[in-house]
Each structure stands twice: as structure tokens, then as C-alpha cells.
């Protein structure tokens, strides 16, 4: 028999919705970088591969809100974060976040080199609820990047803070070294092939 929706562990859809429409007042007129494509496009994306990865509700919540702590508010947003969601939902985000600098009040955050090199050792201690998220977030913006760069070549690197391909292929393969044992083999192995496909259009170029 199949199970009933109310035994599906994800199916508090009134969190997932709350959690959609925050994330769309948070990163209200936010775009991908480089192009004209509203940021709720990549939330959206990594919290379907949340699900699609057996996520459950509070999962996919964070995987639509992974990003509003690190870019609009910090500590504050995730204070409130954990007020409208629960703590188990700021837990998350706070792990998928590699600054909690309130950028919107004027805070910069450090260098991009040491703050993926602090996310990639974090990576090394979080559980497995937070690698499923990360590794979805990490895929879709590989996906992003492999997709731009067989449409406009190396130009794509010219659209974010760091432009050495070197740089961001370092972080690819250290995020799949980190993140696949801790993840679904299907997931972590299309994590692998797109950084995979991403080194070899680089090399062309």
C-alpha cells in the first residue's frame, strides 16, 4: 500500500510555503549573478533536489532560506529565522552559511579565499542533514556554471568577486571530497561529474 501523504515526512507544506514566501521578501528584487534571472529561481532548484534527495520539511525550509542569514541581516535575520521556523530550521541555515555579517548594514564580509577555506573545514563536522543541503546547493550552482560556460565560455568567470577559474575549480573538488561520503551516492555522484564537466570546459578555454 502506498503510504499516505500525512506519512511522508516533508509533507508540513504550511512550513515549506512560509519559508518560500520569506525567502521571496528577503531576496526581494535579488538576481543571479551576472544575469537577469531572479535568485528564488536557485532556492527553488536546490530545495526540489532536497526533496528529491529525501529531504524532509524542515530541510527543504532551510534549503529555501539557506541563503538569507549570509545575505540580508546575518545574526539578526537568523535570530528572527529561528523565531518564524523553529531551531532545528536556524540550525541549518546557520551551517549553510559561510558569513553572518549584516552586509545590509554596511559589514563586509572576509576574503573569498578564507571563507570558503573556513566552510570547507566546517564541512568536515556538520551531519548529514546539513551536507544534503549543502551538496544540493552546491550542484545546482555547478549546474549554473557549467550550463554559462558552454553557452559564453570564460567569460563566465568575469561575473563573480573571484575570476581565476583555478580558484573556484579548488573549491568545486574540495566540496565534492568533502561533501559525497556524507551524502546519497546518486547526489554526491552528479556532484562529481558536473565539477567534472566544469574542469573540462575550463581547460578548453
Known amino acids: 500500500m502506498a503510504p499516505r501523504a500525512t506519512d511522508q515526512p516533508w509533507q508540513d507544506l504550511d512550513l515549506v510555503m512560509r519559508a518560500a514566501a520569506y525567502a521571496a521578501d528577503a531576496h526581494r528584487g535579488d538576481l543571479r549573478k551576472g544575469t537577469t534571472i531572479p535568485y528564488l529561481s536557485h532556492l527553488w532548484s536546490v530545495a526540489a533536489l532536497v526533496l ?82 549543502s551538496a544540493c546547493d552546491k550542484l545546482h550552482n555547478a549546474r549554473s556554471v557549467e550550463a554559462d560556460l558552454r553557452e559564453v565560455g570564460p567569460a563566465v568567470w568575469e561575473r563573480f568577486r573571484v575570476q581565476e577559474p583555478e580558484q573556484h575549480l579548488w573549491y568545486y573538488r574540495s566540496l565534492v571530497e568533502a561533501l559525497r561520503p556524507k551524502v546519497p551516492a546518486a547526489l554526491g555522484e552528479m556532484l562529481q561529474r558536473t565539477v567534472a564537466a566544469i574542469e573540462e570546459l575550463a581547460q578548453r578555454d
Not at 69 to 83: F, M, N, P, S, Y
Not at 88 to 108: F, I, K, M, P, Q
Open 52 to 133: 528529491e534527495h529525501g529531504g524532509d520539511d524542515e530541510q527543504v525550509a532551510a534549503a529555501l532560506l539557506h541563503d538569507v542569514a549570509e545575505d540580508h541581516g546575518g545574526t539578526a535575520r537568523l535570530a528572527d529565522v529561528a523565531k518564524e521556523f523553529g531551531p532545528e530550521v536556524a540550525r541549518l541555515v546557520e551551517a549553510l552559511s559561510d558569513s553572518l555579517v549584516d552586509t545590509d548594514a554596511g559589514e563586509e564580509k572576509a576574503p573569498w579565499q578564507e571563507r570558503k577555506s573556513t566552510y570547507l573545514q566546517h564541512l568536515a563536522d556538520v551531519d548529514e542533514r546539513v551536507a544534503l543541503i
